[in-house]
Nanobody, 114 residues
């Protein structure tokens, strides 16, 4: 059973930065495919960024150039560095494990004030 524990959300002013962390455990893969999704109130959950085992990354167009996904394999941790935050980035952010059945973290709230 894969478990994901997220941390790092909070309230920040527009233009600020936050870093989210997601520690994964229970996987048979040392470098699983991992991703960050977000869901704003009344909207669907959308992919923000994804990182493959070899480190290849993909991003939603809305966050390209501002967000960076990375991983520390020794710590089994995936990060999402978010810079130049905008009010429209406000959402609950979810870590996702994508190597096989999808597992989700509990979600962490990110609120960007204008």
């Amino acid at each position: 059973q894969v478990q994901l524990v997220e941390s790092g959300g909070g309230l920040v002013q527009a233009g600020g930065s936050l870093r989210l962390s997601c520690v994964h455990s229970g996987s048979s893969f040392s470098t699983p495919v991992m991703a960050w999704y977000r869901q704003a109130p009344g909207k669907q959950r959308d992919l923000v960024a994804r990182i493959l085992g070899g480190g290849i990354t993909t991003y939603a167009d809305s966050v390209k150039g501002r967000f960076t996904i990375s991983r520390d394999n020794a710590k089994r941790t995936v990060y999402l560095q978010m810079n130049s935050l905008k009010p429209e980035d406000t959402a609950v952010y979810y870590c996702a494990y994508l190597s096989g059945p999808v597992y989700w973290g509990q979600g962490t709230q990110v609120t960007v004030s204008s």
